[in-house]
């Protein structure tokens, strides 16, 4: 791999060296079709498939092959996927699915969003599995005192607990999970003799200390669970207890004269007595040695109160008060009510009633009246009574109840409410480019006026039929109501977005536990699904929300089978190209143009972006523009885009000879301060115009542009940039002034979470417009604070000058920081970073031969600011390529014989074979020979051939699999061929005599 080295020596020396690249032979760059998409066809329900545990079986299953997973386009190589399952919120990984064979299990419910991933690009597709169960997968016992403190219930398995709790009053509910079952089903029993409990409702009392055991049946979708929860069960702090309650006090409903209870002390009881002359008889019948039975007669049933004295063991315990009092009654039911006046029962579903007394354990008799249908009676024992509800809507229930002598009349209001198995958003179905997040607009555009308008969120809900939801249903919470909120209006969802920013909606069900949220990016600006609207978003400097794949222009074609033709004159389809695209001043350098008296020269552009961009994974191409080709693969005359500036360039007899490339045309521009790109597709071409049988042509991006040029500070979220002669180009801001200030022209960029790929040389291409120029120095030394000049330029020394505040202060212009990115398919490097030419052909200096005194060529040499790239986290360079598809033609524009300019024929397969041929041992490594062939990965190169004071930051890179080379143009010197010696002894004057650098990617 060192001996890549030797490659680029020849590769790019000339190659890069020359700073880059115009057409005229279109040679072959193939690479292999990469994936473009992949899309799981069979959406369910607009993206959700909705699965029952209580129904899922063998029967009933679903299997990767229901979901008819496709991969485009069909010839791409590796078509090969990946399954993952998140949360669809938080995205984070799930573990209770998974994939058994051919189809998908489950051993918990919830929401989990299924993502198709190629391994090719990183395409995904996704649908939301939204798994519910209409039956329990399983209970779990909680046991509450009369504080409602809940028990610690320990647990030895899934059927059996125990706790430790004093005597006394108790509740246990049997919790099914998951908690919104329709009709849930249980009842409770127990054998002990020292628990008094309610078989329906669940509330007991621990009469006196001992073990005892309650069991809780219910159906759960494995079958019947018994559920056995052990009670040890003793006094708490008093030495002794009636009915497990540790006071003397008693409570006795009005009209009896007689009661019983159960007596409890601390020590062996050998005697108990009353003393009250109201009391007149008690009997004694001990339980164990330390419980009785005890049966208290009162002289008259018609008494309020009375006091009397307890002895146990001869010892008085003191004196307490037996109050009798009126018997109160309430409807309850088994479950719980929203407040203390009305009750809420599920639409068709039927609920457990029960009329409570207070005191407890009195002999009654009731009857049930309903004000309407809504409600019907279902069943009525003795001691319960259960109510179907029929209609949603109101009704009153009506219990009379006969105890003694006295009619007692209950009465609540009964509200039949909406049943909900299941909540959920459909947008969480869908996965959004390489973010993943959805972004929403605040408005549109309509008659070139912008108007508010509210997303209608595509809610989903599961339960009765034809369910009207409403306000009533649902609390919605807003993570930030400043950003956005919702409401239910019109049995949906609906968004006002307010400002930008990331929120959450939450949609709480009111009568359950259930809920479901939407996480989404709220941006205040306008939703684009037309080029007209990103246009309007330009000149109006708006923020941007793409809804829609968008091809800027017009397609100017007619398809006539497998060619076109044009649909206006030549001069028409000028016209309206350059309606398209409009124009900015170069802003490198220009001196070439002024020494032969010709103005600035000026670039075209298709679109800026002169706020943020939100692209929900939409794509942005100019294929309409860019795409000017025959059938031949010429360019028609009419292009707008058809070759970036010259840097230099020679003519003979009023033809052009050959020229080196300065600035290009640039698709997508962003020069505004601290604009951002977020998850959005661009392209200069579509994918399928590079398509060429089997694999893509990265030739036809001779004349494909700038994808993206930025010039000004920047970030680069989640993007994906491809198809063009370069990609993507930071080159510093626009400016007038010849006083250069770093600290006001400093630009930053940062590429985060990418991909980038398809460039016919570089893909990144980093650099500054500002030089250092001399006429006694064709290229000057920058120097330190102590007027010293650095002396570590293109070296792999001059990386430590990253930490050296001065130089950045003073010098540095442009900072890009690529973070999880990847780099595919370039032409020549993934990275290219520029300096300045500094050869004397650029001065017109008087020693050379007039052969190298062109016209124009001079006060050109120079030393460029320096500019810093910082790789950072997990960049990946998928440029593997053959030795024998490097292919030069487009670095320097040629049409000559002259002898005196043969050596810019370039022929970089040449120059890399003479490379490792002249001296074996050095070079050995400069290409790995893999499955037969010799291959290369590069993926960063300094070039220029005057001073490099930039910077490679490689500091937080977490792949250190690379080398570092350096490289002179001189080594060709030596070749036999003349047309590389040719190039080893003359590129020096015109690119410099300083070194290249390089980093290679070892290949496994």
Not at 433 to 440: D, E, P, R, T, V
Not at 477 to 492: E, G, H, P
Not at 777 to 800: F, G, H, I, M, V
Request: proline letters at 2%; a negative charge; aromatic letters at 10%.
């Amino acid at each position: 791999m060192k001996k890549l080295l030797s490659t680029l020596i020849v590769l790019i020396p000339l190659v890069l060296i020359i700073a880059l690249f115009a057409v005229t032979n279109t040679a072959n760059i193939s690479k292999d079709i990469a994936v473009t998409n992949i899309v799981i066809l069979n959406q369910g329900d607009e993206g959700v498939f909705d699965i029952d545990l209580a129904n899922y079986n063998s029967t009933n299953l679903l299997y990767i092959e229901d979901l008819q997973i496709e991969v485009y386009p069909k010839k791409a190589k590796n078509k090969n996927y990946n399954f993952s399952f998140c949360d669809p919120i938080t995205l984070d990984k799930v573990d209770f699915v998974k994939i058994v064979d051919d189809h998908f299990e489950f051993s918990d419910i919830g929401q989990v969003k299924l993502i198709v991933t190629t391994e090719d690009g990183q395409f995904s597709s996704s649908v939301l599995l939204n798994i519910t169960s209409s039956m329990p997968l399983r209970a779990t016992p909680i046991i509450k005192n009369s504080a409602l403190d809940e028990i610690e219930l320990h647990k030895i398995d899934d059927n059996n607990y125990y706790a430790y709790c004093p005597t006394g009053n108790y509740t246990i509910s049997s919790l099914a999970y998951p908690s919104n079952i329709k009709n849930y089903n249980y009842s409770f029993s127990s054998s002990s003799e020292n628990i008094e409990l309610n078989s329906h409702f669940g509330d007991f009392t621990i009469l006196y200390s001992g073990e005892s055991t309650i069991t809780c049946k219910t159906e759960t979708i494995s079958g019947e669970q018994n559920i056995n929860v052990t009670l040890y069960s003793s006094l708490n702090t008093s030495d002794f207890a009636i009915n497990g309650i540790e006071s003397g006090e008693l409570v006795i409903p009005k009209g009896n004269n007689t009661y019983s209870f159960y007596l409890e002390s601390s020590t062996n009881i050998e005697s108990i007595h009353f003393a009250s002359s109201q009391i007149t008889n008690y009997d004694i019948n001990k339980i164990n040695d330390k419980v009785a039975l005890v049966s208290l007669d009162f002289e008259s049933s018609e008494l309020d109160q009375i006091a009397y004295e307890l002895y146990i063991n001869g010892i008085s315990k003191g004196i307490f008060n037996a109050t009798f009092v009126e018997v109160d009654f309430e409807i309850i039911t088994s479950k719980q009510s929203i407040d203390s006046t009305d009750y809420y029962q599920f639409n068709d579903s039927v609920l457990k009633y029960a009329i409570s007394s207070n005191p407890k354990h009195i002999d009654y008799s009731y009857t049930i009246e309903l004000s309407n249908d809504n409600f019907e009676i279902s069943s009525k024992q003795d001691n319960y009574f259960v109510l179907k509800a029929n209609n949603n809507g109101d009704c009153i229930l009506k219990v009379v109840v006969q105890y003694k002598n006295t009619t007692y009349i209950l009465e609540k209001n009964l509200h039949s409410i909406n049943y909900f198995s299941s909540i959920a958003f459909k947008e969480n179905a869908t996965t959004y480019g390489l973010q993943n997040k959805l972004a929403i607009a605040s408005s549109i555009v309509q008659d070139n006026q912008i108007n508010d308008v509210n997303y209608t969120s595509k809610f989903s809900f599961k339960g009765n039929d034809n369910l009207e939801i409403s306000s009533n249903d649902f609390t919605i919470i807003s993570t930030d109501d400043n950003i956005a909120s919702a409401s239910i209006q019109s049995n949906s969802l609906v968004i006002k977005v307010k400002e930008t920013g990331i929120v959450t909606i939450k949609v709480k069900w009111n009568f359950g536990d259930l809920e479901t949220a939407l996480s989404f990016i709220a941006v205040k600006g306008i939703t684009a699904s037309t080029y007209k609207d990103l246009v309007f978003a330009q000149d109006n400097n708006l923020q941007i929300v793409l809804n829609n794949d968008i091809s800027l222009g017009e397609y100017l074609f007619e398809d006539n089978g497998n060619s076109r033709s044009a649909k206006y004159s030549n001069q028409e389809m000028l016209q309206k190209l350059r309606n398209e695209t409009r124009e900015i001043k170069t802003t490198y350098d220009w001196t070439y143009y002024k020494n032969l008296g010709i103005s600035q020269p000026s670039v075209r552009y298709c679109l800026e972006f002169t706020n943020n961009v939100y692209g929900n994974g939409y794509t942005i191409d100019a294929d309409n523009i860019t795409n000017m080709f025959d059938s031949t693969g010429n360019l028609y005359s009419y292009a707008v885009f058809n070759g970036p500036l010259d840097f230099v360039a020679t003519s003979s007899d009023g033809i052009k000879i050959a020229s080196v490339k300065a600035q290009d045309n640039i698709v997508f521009l962003v020069r505004n301060k601290n604009v951002s790109l977020n998850n959005v597709v661009l392209k200069s071409f579509k994918d399928s115009t590079l398509y060429e049988d089997d694999s893509i042509n990265l030739s036809l991006l001779n004349y494909a542009g700038t994808t993206l040029e930025v010039m000004n500070n920047t970030n680069i979220n989640y993007c994906r940039i491809s198809n063009g002669r370069t990609v993507l180009r930071a080159f510093g801001k626009e400016t007038n002034s010849e006083i250069i200030n770093p600290n006001t022209e400093r630009m930053k960029v940062g590429i985060n979470n990418s991909i980038l790929s398809n460039a016919r040389e570089f893909i990144l291409k980093v650099g500054t417009n500002r030089f250092l120029k001399s006429t006694s120095n064709l290229a000057p030394s920058l120097y330190d604070q102590n007027a010293n000049p650095y002396t570590c330029n293109n070296s792999l020394e001059n990386d430590k000058l990253v930490s050296d505040s001065y130089f950045y202060n003073n010098y540095v212009l442009t900072d890009v920081t690529v973070n999880n990115t990847t780099f595919k398919n370039s032409g020549l490097f993934c990275i290219g970073i520029d300096s300045h030419f500094a050869g004397a052909m650029l001065n017109g200096d008087e020693s050379l031969s007039s052969a190298f005194r062109l016209e124009g060529w001079k006060d050109l040499a120079g030393t460029s600011y320096p500019a810093i790239v910082r790789l950072q986290g997990n960049v990946l360079f998928d440029d593997e390529k053959e030795v024998e598809s490097i292919d030069s033609s487009t670095l320097i524009e040629t049409n000559t014989s002259k002898e005196s300019l043969s050596f810019l024929n370039l022929d970089i397969k040449s120059m890399i074979k003479y490379a490792k041929n002249s001296d074996l041992e050095k070079y050995a490594d400069l290409f790995v020979e893999k499955d037969g062939k010799n291959l290369i990965n590069p993926a960063v190169a300094f070039y220029g051939g005057g001073k490099n004071y930039s910077i490679i930051d490689l500091t937080d890179l977490n792949n250190k699999n690379y080398n570092h080379y350096n490289i002179n143009l001189s080594i060709l010197e030596n070749a036999e061929d003349n047309n590389l010696s040719s190039q080893g002894r003359y590129l020096p004057l015109a690119a410099g005599v300083e070194d290249f650098r390089f980093i290679m990617i070892n290949i496994d």
